[in-house]
């Protein structure tokens, strides 16, 4: 039973571009979470998704943006990247209902020059 | 004041020991208290999952919460070297609208020692 999965693993861009991560949740889950990073931190929520909408947002500028497929997968797009947005992006996937536990994939490092 | 308070350590102990990490936190309304463990390189692994106040064990691992204190801890007995790694205690808002957010404590790097 495959877990989690995110792509690429690790990213590198410039100033000023666009990146797009993708996130594939754990098989039966349909909720889906993003994550940042950033070194010696803990995770700061950005948003999450469900039923293909976006049902709450963390405190992110709207260059952070994402979408979820009708298969539950879901991908994060970052416009006009700033250096600091290095980070390691994190997305978690949960079955929808308050009880229920988040479960994180190993990431997609992204390294701003 | 951040939501969540965690000492980031590092925290170096000898094999075999017992292990206490704790997390205070500010905000009411956390519903859920979580325990994830982080190695280099990794996501964030679920170690414990608690709601109510009091302790819930699984193997090595016991884990504590004082909603009345807003506290929470996690206990690791028999530490091995292999338990070396962050750990990063999280907790989870249950939001209007829907849908649920976790907030986490900076992470505590633990390193066990032979």
């Known amino acids: 039973d495959a877990g989690v999965t995110q792509s690429p693993t690790h990213l590198i861009k410039t100033r000023g571009q666009q990146v797009t991560l993708r996130c594939s949740p754990k098989?039966?889950?349909?909720?889906v979470s993003w994550y940042q990073q950033a070194l010696g931190q803990g995770p700061q929520f950005i948003f999450q998704?469900?039923?293909?909408?976006?049902?709450q947002r963390g405190n992110f500028p709207d260059r952070f943006s994402g979408h979820q497929f009708p298969n539950y997968s879901s991908e994060l797009n970052v416009n006009a990247l700033l250096l600091g947005d290095s980070a390691l992006y994190l997305c978690?996937?949960?079955?929808?209902?308050?009880?229920?536990?988040?479960?994180f994939g190993d990431g997609t490092r992204l390294s701003i020059l | 004041q951040k939501e969540v308070e965690q000492d980031p350590g590092p925290l170096s102990v000898p094999e075999g020991a017992i292990v206490s990490l704790n997390c205070t936190y500010s905000?009411?309304?956390?519903?859920?208290f979580m325990w994830y463990r982080q190695y280099s390189r990794k996501g964030p692994e679920l170690l414990m999952y608690?709601?109510?106040?009091g302790n819930k064990e699984d193997g090595r691992f016991t884990a504590q919460v004082d909603k009345s204190s807003k506290y929470i801890s996690l206990f690791i007995r028999d530490s091995q070297p292999s338990d070396s790694a962050t750990y990063l205690c999280?907790?989870?808002?249950?939001?209007?609208?829907?849908?649920?957010?976790?907030?986490f404590g900076t992470g505590t790097q633990l390193k066990v020692e032979l």
């Open positions: 978690a996937s949960s079955l929808a209902g308050r009880n229920q536990p988040q479960h």
């Open positions: 098989s039966g889950h349909d909720t």
């Open positions: 998704y469900y039923e293909e909408e976006e049902r």
């Open positions: 905000n009411s309304a956390f519903q859920y």
């Open positions: 608690t709601y109510s106040s």
């Open positions: 999280a907790m989870k808002e249950v939001l209007t609208g829907g849908g649920n957010k976790l907030t």
